[in-house]
């Protein structure tokens, strides 16, 4: 088992920044894959971005290049998003995931969630 969570969300004007971290604890945190996903009112679950347990793989959602930065720190179990120039569309629950596959994170998901952390962008 995994627990994960998430900090860091609150209120942000458009055009600021926020970093959003995700605890893990319980298995060796070096061994899984991290990833966000993101839930607006009323839409569905939405991949971010992903990265590998070593840090040197990422992927994110092409509309979210360039504005969202996901990183990790293997030796304080955490992963960060750094989410730049927010815009009010981003307004949404932010969520952590993990999984041994990154390849299943991306896909659907991996096997362990957050509770999530929301984040909302004033115009």
């Known amino acids: 088992q995994v627990q994960l969570v998430e900090s860091g969300g609150g209120l942000v004007q458009a055009g600021g920044s926020l970093r959003l971290s995700c605890a893990a604890s319980?298995?060796?945190?070096?061994?899984?894959?991290m990833g966000w996903f993101r839930q607006a009112p009323g839409k569905e679950r939405e991949f971010v971005a992903a990265?590998?347990?070593?840090?040197?793989?990422?992927y994110y959602t092409n509309s979210m290049k360039g504005q969202f930065t996901i990183s990790r720190d293997n030796a304080k179990n955490t992963v960060y998003l750094q989410m730049d120039s927010l815009k009010p569309e981003d307004t949404a629950v932010y969520y952590c995931?993990?999984?041994?596959?990154?390849?299943?994170?991306?896909?659907?998901?991996?096997?362990?969630w957050g509770q999530g952390t929301q984040v909302t962008v004033s115009s």
């Open positions: 990265i590998s347990w070593s840090g040197g793989i990422t």
């Open positions: 319980g298995r060796t945190f070096s061994r899984y894959a």
């Open positions: 995931n993990a999984d041994e596959d990154i390849r299943r994170i991306k896909i659907r998901g991996g096997a362990y």
